[in-house]
């Protein structure tokens, strides 16, 4: 007979990691303390058919995904593309287009005797919407926040410096309603993350108390 304890410690580990959560945040979700999510993943005791239920609910699987080993169709879906290659392949993307930069740089300083250091610079917005493209149907609202606000002051950055004859030190203006709409979009997203793992228990918690 398997061991249940292996069996749902290993699948509490690898669905909390996928939903980008800590032992603790989990802990919150489901009111018990992260003491209690350790110990359910160390295999030390096994969470009761209630916990498992709302554990099911904030991880938005059935429970045979807590209590059942997953199939090999499953495990290859969720090692198709790990985390470990995404953030590899994102990094080499990062290096062709600064490649790309220094390439034509040094061309147009080889051939037309001139230096267009701003290239560089254009390459940090650049590199920002390339990273928020790739991770934005990840569960990665922080990392989306600070790629958007790299690109809105970068690239007024970029255009600031290629108007620098006539110092339109204004230009930065444009940039504070952006940050504000970046912010609101941060907030809403993160409420209705929250919003859709809550739900589910709150009605249950409401069944129950009827």
Known sequence: MENVKEIVSQNLIRL?????????EL?????????????????EVVPDLETIYALAEVFGVPISSITERPTEEEVSKKTDTPLGQKILSQIFLLFEIWLIITVIFVYVKITKETSIWQLFVWGVPASAIVLWF????????ALLFIFATVFVWSFITCV???????????????GLPLQGLIVVRYVFNYKQSIRRIKLPMEKKKHNSEE
């Open 134 to 141: 790739f991770n934005r149907k990840e569960n990665a609202n």
């Open 16 to 24: 909390r990691k996928e939903n980008n959560l800590t032992q603790a």
């Open 27 to 43: 802990a919150k979700l489901i009111n018990y303390s992260d003491k209690a999510i350790s110990r359910w993943e160390t295999g």
């Open 160 to 174: 600031y410096l290629h108007l620098l004859g006539s110092n339109p030190w204004y230009m930065y203006f444009i």
